[in-house]
């Protein structure tokens, strides 16, 4: 993910057109899933978002488990606007999963995203960071 993400931030540099928005994803409750239902429920529900991401996403973006439960996706955007419109289709898709019959639990991610344009362009590290720090902050928010 990272060399990739890092090419796709140099080519969007020297081309000096739209945005890149790095979306950061951790899927809330594994922990509970994986303690209650079993590691195989909870592989389960990994493949869930995966499949999720890929819906709401394009294939030419680029989508990773970075680790546990957590995946990231670096996609172009024509505008920052359209951070809203990926997070509305990515909540559209987790309610459509959701709502199948037969569930043993719930699909829920804290979300952080991060864009970088030729306004403001930062490194893979710096776009990581800036929505690992939102996602933890969405995620603490659902705590309270």
Do not use: P
């Amino acid at each position: 993910f990272m060399t990739l993400a890092d090419q796709q931030i140099k080519i969007a540099e020297r081309t000096k057109r739209g945005s890149l928005l790095l979306l950061f994803a951790d899927l809330d409750k594994m922990k509970s899933i994986n303690d209650n239902l079993g590691h195989t429920k909870g592989d389960k529900a990994l493949i869930e978002v995966a499949s999720i991401l890929k819906e709401v996403f394009r294939e030419s973006d680029i989508m990773a488990r970075i680790g546990g439960d957590e995946f990231a996706v670096l996609g172009i955007a024509d505008q920052k606007s359209d951070v809203g419109a990926f997070q509305k289709r990515l909540q559209e898709q987790i309610d459509i999963h959701n709502a199948r019959d037969n569930r043993d639990y719930q699909i829920s991610l804290s979300v952080g995203t991060a864009c970088s344009d030729h306004d403001n362009r930062y490194s893979i590290d710096e776009l990581m960071s800036r929505a690992d720090a939102l996602m933890y902050e969405q995620k603490r928010s659902k705590l309270l």
